[in-house]
Each structure stands twice: as C-alpha cells, then as structure tokens.
C-alpha cells in the first residue's frame, strides 16, 4: 500500500521543502523506494531543487503543474492535464537514482489557494487532490506532500491525500509557537472530513548545535509530550544543506547532502516515518 505524508508547518521558512526533498532522496537512493513528491507550494521549492529553474519555468508556462488537480476537466476554460501525463519522471540529480517522480508546482497554485475556482460537483473542495492522485498511487511506494506554509485549502488538500504528516520545525522560540495550534488545526480538519490523518513525528531542522536558545527550546519541546513525538535525529544548519537547494548533478548522496553524519541522520529518520507510516496503515 502506497504510504502518503505530508510535511507541514504553519510557518514560513522552517525547513520543509528541504526535508521533503532530503527526504526523497533517502527514500529513493538507499530504500528502492518509488517515491513521488508533490509540490504543493506555488513558490515551487521543491521543483526548483528538483528540476531546476528553467523546467519549472517551461511547465508553468504550458500550465503542466499540480494546479491541474483544482480545475474542473470539463471546464474549457482552463487546461487541464491527468497526473500520469504532466509528472517529470526520474528527477532530483543524483547519479544512479531514478526512482524519483515530482508532480510539479506552479506559481497559478496561488489563485487555488485564494479559493477561486469552484470544485467539480460531487468532489467536496478539500478532495481535489486526493482524487486526481488517485490513478497513479499504486506506482509508489511513498508520496511527499511539500506543503506551502499556511493552513489554507490547497495545504487541506494535502492532508486529506495523507495517511500522516511530518512538522520541521527550528528549534527557536517563534518557530515552534505554533505547533499546538497546527495539531489542533488537523485534528479539528480530521474531524470534520473524517479523514484520519496521524502526526508522525516532528523532526527538529536547521538545528544551531553551540546555541542555547536552539538546544533549551528542543529540550523544552520534547518535555511537552505533545501527542506527536519528537524524533532523536536532528538535523543540523550546514553550509552544505544550503547548497543542496541548487539544482545540479551529484555523484551520490553524500555529495548532495554533505559528509558524513547527514546520510545517517536522514536513513534513521526514513525508518523511523516507514515505522511510523506502517504502524497508522500496515502494509496490505
Ligand atoms: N539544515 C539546513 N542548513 C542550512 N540551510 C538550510 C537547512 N535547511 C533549510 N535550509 C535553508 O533554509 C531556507 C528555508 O528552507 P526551506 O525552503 O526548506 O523552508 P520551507 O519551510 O520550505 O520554506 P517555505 O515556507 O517558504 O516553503 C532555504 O534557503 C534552505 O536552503
Ligand atoms: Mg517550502
């Protein structure tokens, strides 16, 4: 059974789309998974580091993105193309690894999440995207929701395609105020869909290992026992995973993402979502 998670946060610039793509990587170069990232943020983080600029330029101009799952495809008004046909296929850069596809992202995901357009009838507004997935899950084994950083729409979207959801988060004092209104945020969405969707795990990102507020705000988080765990990995702010947001080929994953502990780090954290995911959804 395919498993689906999204990587959500309510704030901007806390290490989503990097964990997302890292994440992919792992999934697809040391896993043999078949992995499908979804960018569902019209800043298209995710496609950049995945195909780069110029492809991501092409597919919004031919209005190839994910976009296409919030239109009506009896609507000639706008274009509209099925997942299967507008997903880049074997993406990401890194030499060997080819088992990754991206549903790409258009900055047109901005109107989507404005609410302008009117769903299909008999699909209610947050299912859009869970049913134009639909006939290509059984192609992978795991699919990544990069989220964009609100709670609007186009983010409820993803949750209802998701089994779960991961939550990066900087372990600063205004980058985790808002994790418990997150968790109240999809346990209410949860409730009202009656779609369950489990939290997995927060991961702590762009970790500052010498500063105190980073390490007394982690020690703090994982005192809360919030209903979610906070995983042991943390991942740590580099020059090297700064790098890692250009587009280019790599020899290998190590050269992606730096030497040597990040390998390790991000191998330990696919288990422990695979763990997690199966514990929510046991494989068929
Ligand atoms: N571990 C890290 N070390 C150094 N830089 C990092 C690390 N993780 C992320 N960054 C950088 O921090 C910035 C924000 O990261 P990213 O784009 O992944 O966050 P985001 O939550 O997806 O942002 P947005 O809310 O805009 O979608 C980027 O410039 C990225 O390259
Ligand atoms: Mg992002």
């Known amino acids: 059974m395919t498993q689906v998670f999204s990587v959500i946060a309510l704030k901007g610039g806390v290490g989503k789309t990097t964990t997302s793509v890292a994440l992919a990587h792992m999934f697809a170069a040391e896993f043999n998974k078949r992995v499908l990232v979804v960018d569902l943020d019209p800043q298209a983080s995710a496609s950049d580091m995945l195909i780069g600029t110029a492809r991501v330029a092409e597919i919004s101009f031919a209005g190839r993105s994910v976009a296409c799952a919030f239109h009506d495809p009896s609507d000639a008004r706008s274009r509209w193309y099925p997942c299967a046909?507008?997903?880049?296929?074997?993406?990401?850069?890194?030499?060997?690894?080819?088992?990754?596809?991206?549903l790409p992202a258009s900055a047109s995901l901005y109107q989507e999440?404005?609410?302008?357009?009117?769903?299909?009838?008999?699909?209610?507004?947050?299912?859009?995207?869970?049913?134009?997935?639909?006939?290509?899950?059984?192609?992978?084994?795991?699919?990544?929701?990069?989220?964009?950083?609100?709670?609007?729409?186009?983010?409820?979207?993803?949750?209802?395609a998701s089994n779960?959801?991961?939550?990066?988060?900087?372990?600063?004092?205004?980058?985790?105020?808002?994790?418990?209104?997150?968790?109240?945020m999809v346990r209410d969405f949860s409730q009202r869909t009656g779609h369950l969707v489990v939290p997995i795990g927060m991961v702590a990102v762009?970790?500052?290992?010498?500063?105190?507020?980073?390490?007394?705000?982690?020690?703090?988080?994982?005192?809360?026992?919030?209903?979610?765990?906070?995983?042991?990995?943390v991942i740590p702010q580099t020059n090297h995973i700064a790098a890692a947001a250009a587009f280019g080929h790599a020899a290998s994953l190590a050269h992606k993402w730096g030497h040597p502990a990040i390998p390790g780090l991000l191998r330990t954290l696919c288990q422990m979502i695979s763990l997690r995911l199966d514990q929510i959804s046991p494989r068929a």
């Open 85 to 102: 046909d507008i997903t880049e296929r074997s993406v990401g850069g890194i030499h060997g690894v080819t088992t990754i596809d991206l």
């Open 164 to 184: 779960g959801y991961l939550i990066p988060i900087i372990p600063d004092i205004l980058s985790t105020r808002g994790v418990p209104t997150l968790l109240q």
């Open 206 to 233: 762009k970790m500052q290992m010498n500063s105190r507020v980073h390490t007394e705000t982690l020690r703090q988080l994982r005192g809360l026992h919030m209903m979610i765990p906070v995983f042991p990995q």
């Open 113 to 160: 999440q404005s609410g302008l357009n009117a769903p299909p009838p008999g699909i209610p507004r947050h299912g859009l995207l869970s049913a134009y997935l639909r006939p290509v899950l059984a192609q992978y084994d795991i699919v990544i929701i990069d989220c964009p950083p609100n709670f609007n729409t186009v983010t409820q979207n993803a949750l209802f």
